[in-house]
């Protein structure tokens, strides 16, 4: 996710519409806030942020703006247990993207080791390809993480367990 947005791109992007207000509900201070960013973050990027510094700065301040919650509760949001569990639940009903399968993974590992490996080799873009992939079929991609440890090792790719390592 880049860091530098102007007013026109935040607007267009990260505005909250009736649709996302419905899923925020009754959320308050630091949840409603966190939410709302990962939300649209989600929208963006078609996958969760791993930690709270890849939400641009920029966009914590003008989603906080339309929540009416203090941008330094945003510190205060947990990045880990059931809440968060939680609310990607929400967003992946709302989007309809589940997250990947083991056969997902068995399909796309057989998938890159046929088709993108014996033509790529950089691991940028072999993780590209199978995002790209996840897109096309409307499931959530592995994380950065994942996709960037599987990356490391070309016979990873034929091993999708080594993507939940």
Same mark, same amino acid.
């Given at each position: ?7 026109? +791109? ?8 009736? !649709?996302?207000? #419905? ?9 409603? /806030?966190? @939410?709302?960013?990962?939300?649209? @973050?989600?929208?963006?990027?078609? &996958? @969760?942020? !791993?930690?709270?510094?890849? %939400?641009?700065? !920029?966009?914590?301040?003008?989603? !906080? ?7 330094? /509760? @945003? ?39 046929? +088709? %993108?490996?014996? %033509?790529?080799?950089?691991?940028? &873009?072999?993780? +590209?390809?199978?995002?790209? &992939? ?5 499931? +959530? ?5 994942? /996709? #960037? ?17």
């Amino acid at each position: 996710m880049r860091k530098q947005w102007d007013p026109d +791109e935040l607007i267009e992007a990260w505005t909250l519409v009736e !649709a996302d207000w #419905e899923l925020v509900g009754n959320k308050t201070g630091a949840t409603r /806030l966190g @939410f709302s960013l990962i939300l649209k @973050f989600y929208e963006i990027e078609d &996958r @969760f942020p !791993a930690y709270a510094e890849e %939400v641009p700065t !920029a966009a914590v301040e003008y989603v !906080a703006s339309q929540v009416k919650v203090d941008t330094a /509760l @945003f510190a205060k949001y947990s990045w880990r247990g059931r809440t968060i569990k939680y609310h990607r639940a929400q967003i992946r009903k709302a989007y309809g993207t589940p997250p990947p399968s083991e056969a997902d993974e068995e399909r796309w590992a057989q998938w890159l080791a046929d +088709e %993108v490996c014996p %033509v790529e080799i950089d691991r940028g &873009r072999l993780a +590209e390809a199978v995002r790209q &992939r996840c897109r096309s079929e409307h499931v +959530e991609p592995p994380t950065d993480g994942q /996709l #960037e440890r599987a990356a490391a090792s070309r016979t990873c790719w034929a091993n999708p367990g080594c993507w939940r390592s």
